[in-house]
């Protein structure tokens, strides 16, 4: 273990509440330190966008210290604090243990506490292992990751084949850090990467989206789709885009559409705008691109209904959205027909979940003219009160009504809540519920907490 003092990195990015955290659980006895991705970013001069803590106290430990705070999980249990708009995870030093070695009685896969170097050893990337105490100002590196961080590399903690079979979506997220970095990935993890691809096939679909979406997010996302293209990962994860790009001219045409339309997303918040943008940008592709098809391919086909049902994960809200976008486009050319129409079968078109996707859309594509972009920008300034009303009326309409019971189930809810009254008291468990939260909370009256301070 390496221990440096006041390490070079920016005091001040820290978070007061993550501070203030810090310090409480301190305070209370338990060794606790940052960790991870806003360690890593503070070393790199990069302003964390959140902090994680990592801390000996056990998860009812740190809800009885540390007020609005919340127990979720139940195979792995961490504890959520709420501070504003904000929230930060706290977990508890775990150890990575094979199944013979685990304690009897305790599910393979549960939580195994253990020391601040055995949580350090069981992470992904060494790079992701650091632990920074805000308190004292030190740096505590158990797996050499600040020298990596300093020639700009990323290694794998453990043998790197092992570590990216235990866990495939560990093969995207290496990646992802490289290029969001600017990194060199070790040549030993390069190679393990390439030579199990094909493990990503056992990942499931969840994971794979979130980290699509993150790779969407990226500066240049189209470099990293390339790069997962030429190490055969790509088709354990998108198989549909690496069927494109096989073709070298429609590889060109993906490319030149993809860099093209980036302008469509304007909140990388929007699920639907980065999921619009590269559906779109392989639709173009595939429409201009050479085919055997007789037909011109579309959204509908089979084709791409499976690549944002199946590979992107798309939820069925947003596969509708793109959908009616891409149906809306010819619709926007013609500004005439709107204008004959009556203002409800104006706010009907508008009020569609695809109309703002294909706004967006036919600006960048430049499929409207300007006095054509300005007259729709003036439609929907003109009509977006009442906009704003009807998608406040769905919301309303959308809150789940009480399902009518059947006869005699009254009488069975009576009985399971009588025994439902002892069940955790049997089980002696913990209650996870966010709604209990205040139990085990320490009174310490009017005086400002720890936790509540600002660092001075």
Avoid at 283 to 310: K, V
Avoid at 312 to 317: A, I, N, S, V
Avoid at 365 to 380: N, S, Y
């Amino acid at each position: 273990m390496e221990v440096t003092r006041k390490p070079h990195l920016h005091q001040d990015w820290i978070d007061p509440h993550a501070y203030g955290i810090v310090k409480a659980l301190q305070k209370g006895g338990f060794t606790t330190f940052l960790v991870g991705g806003c360690v890593r970013d503070l070393l790199l001069n990069i302003h964390p966008k959140d902090f994680d803590i990592v801390t000996m106290a056990h998860p009812p430990q740190v809800k009885r210290i540390i007020y609005m705070s919340f127990i979720i999980g139940k195979r792995f249990r961490l504890v959520l604090v709420k501070r504003d708009h904000q929230q930060f995870e706290v977990a508890t030093f775990r150890r990575e243990m094979k199944v013979e070695d685990y304690p009897e009685g305790i599910p393979f896969g549960d939580n195994v506490f253990g020391t601040p170097e055995e949580d350090a050893r069981r992470r992904d990337f060494t790079i992701n292992a650091l632990f920074y105490d805000p308190i004292q100002g030190e740096l505590i590196d158990y797996v050499n990751g600040l020298p990596d961080i300093e020639a700009r590399v990323l290694r794998m903690i453990g043998a790197p084949s092992a570590r990216l079979i235990e866990d495939p979506i560990r093969i995207l997220r290496g990646i992802r850090f490289a290029h969001k970095l600017g990194f060199a990935i070790d040549p030993d993890l390069r190679a393990a990467m390439a030579q199990n691809a094909a493990e990503l096939d056992k990942s499931v679909l969840p994971r794979k989206r979130e980290e699509i979406l993150k790779i969407l997010r990226l500066d240049e996302p189209a470099l990293l789709l390339l790069e997962l293209y030429d190490l055969g990962v790509l088709k354990h994860v998108l198989p549909t885009l690496h069927g494109l790009m096989s073709s070298p001219e429609r590889l060109d045409l993906f490319l030149q559409h993809f860099n093209a339309y980036g302008s469509i997303v304007t909140d990388s918040a929007d699920t639907t705008q980065l999921f619009g943008w590269l559906v779109y940008s392989m639709l173009q592709a595939a429409l201009h691109g050479p085919t055997e098809r007789e037909e011109p391919i579309s959204l509908e086909d089979e084709l791409f209904q499976r690549l944002m049902r199946d590979e992107l994960g798309m939820y069925k809200f947003e596969q509708t959205a793109v959908t009616k976008a891409v149906e809306i486009l010819p619709v926007l050319t013609r500004t005439e027909d709107f204008k004959r129409r009556g203002e409800r079968r104006q706010l009907g078109l508008m009020k569609n979940e695809g109309f703002r996707l294909a706004l967006r859309i036919a600006e960048t594509d430049l499929i409207l003219t300007p006095a054509q972009l300005q007259f729709w920008r003036e439609a929907f300034e003109k009509l977006g009160d009442e906009l704003e009303r009807i998608e406040a009326d769905l919301k309303s309409k959308k809150r789940r009504r009480p399902r009518r019971r059947k006869p005699g189930e009254r009488q069975a809810e009576g009985r399971q809540d009588e025994s439902a009254e002892t069940d955790g008291d049997e089980a002696g468990g913990e209650d996870n519920s966010q709604d209990n939260v205040a139990d085990d909370r320490i009174d310490e009256g009017p005086e400002k907490r720890d936790d509540e301070l600002p660092r001075g």
